[in-house]
């Protein structure tokens, strides 16, 4: 009987729960923690995606009123809870940003300004270990691991699972082994 090798690897953050705040770079420690900004240019497309403690979670809510948030102040910012892009719901509301759909059949997506920073968002979200793999990623590019890699290979699971064995920092805080 085939049985898949497993590999046993430290994380820092829980795949597809956890994420590294783009403000204060702390923990986000669960999905209701965490928010979604963005901005959206005169063209309607959005740009700018960041990942954040929502503001009660903030390590920065008692010295800043605007906690984590990036674009409090400007008048195109568009903001959720992070929680509505994960889960079985989450890729509707991603897709949304490629393609509205049945409400407009005649609109012409996508409505992002950039696709690569879109991808790199969805990846965020939605392929686990992707947000601490990501961490190391120049440590890995500067050291050739990519150098094999084919458009898909860096992306899955088991190689993402490898780069933080490799190249992930022991003895950090949160811990767990998966
Ligand atoms: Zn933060």
Redesign the pocket.
Same mark, same amino acid.
């Given at each position: 009987m085939h049985r898949e090798k497993q590999i046993m690897i430290t994380v820092k953050l829980e795949p597809l729960k956890q994420w590294q +705040?783009?403000?204060?770079?702390?923990l986000?420690e669960s999905p209701k923690d965490g928010w979604l900004e963005w901005l959206s240019d005169e063209d309607h497309l959005a740009y700018g995606f960041k990942i954040?403690?929502h503001l009660p979670?903030?390590?920065?809510k008692d010295r800043r009123e605007e906690? +984590?948030y990036h674009y409090d102040r400007h008048t195109r910012r568009m903001d959720t809870h992070l929680d509505e892009f994960l889960g079985e719901d989450g890729l509707a509301h991603l897709l949304m940003f490629l393609d509205v759909g049945v409400v407009d059949p005649d609109s012409k997506g996508p409505w992002v300004r950039d696709i690569r920073e879109f991808v790199e968002l969805t990846r965020r979200l939605a392929t686990p270990y992707y947000e601490e793999a990501r961490q190391y990623w120049s440590r890995a590019e500067a050291e050739g691991y990519f150098s094999d890699a084919n458009q898909v290979s860096p992306y899955l699971v088991g190689t993402l699972k490898k780069i933080i064995e490799k190249y992930g920092e022991r003895g950090d805080r949160k811990v767990r082994s998966v």
């Open positions: +705040c783009d403000s204060c770079g702390e986000i954040v403690h979670a903030s390590p920065y906690g +984590c």
